[in-house]
Nanobody, 120 residues
Framework: VQLVESGGGLVQPGGSLRLSCAASGSIFSIDAMNWYRQAPGKQRELVAAITSGGRTNFADSVKGRFAISRDNAKNTVYLQMNSLKLEDTAVYYC???????????????WGQGTQVTVSS
């Protein structure tokens, strides 16, 4: 299973970016799909999560600014980031809880990370 992220880049404060993460490979089902981020010198933190049924959860620091969605048919998750702040600068990682075959337990898979830089 591979997770491939795209959409990172440089944006000014107040701007927007949309991240995408597509899962491919031997996939029976995907439960939660999540976005984490890690800023220099800080621990990786959960930014947003979405279940296969569409239930979402957000870190307090991004509530009201970020939105998460997914296309189950494409095994893809999106993170729409609006009103970006300097403190949103980080490497953003996609994470998915994947069942590769029926009756097997779900496993964690990670993307390679995409840099988001908010700077004037």
């Amino acid at each position: 299973v591979q997770l491939v992220e795209s959409g990172g880049g440089l944006v000014q404060p107040g701007g927007s970016l949309r991240l995408s993460c597509a899962a491919s490979g031997s996939i029976f089902s995907i439960d939660a799909m999540n976005w984490y981020r890690q800023a220099p010198g800080k621990q990786r933190e959960l930014v947003a999560a979405i279940t296969s049924g569409g239930r979402t959860n957000f870190a307090d620091s991004v509530k009201g600014r970020f939105a998460i969605s997914r296309d189950n048919a494409k095994n893809t998750v999106y993170l729409q980031m609006n009103s970006l702040k300097l403190e949103d600068t980080a490497v953003y990682y996609c994470n998915a809880k994947v069942v590769v075959y029926i009756d097997l337990p779900q496993q964690d898979y990670w993307g390679q990370g995409t840099q988001v830089t908010v700077s004037s």
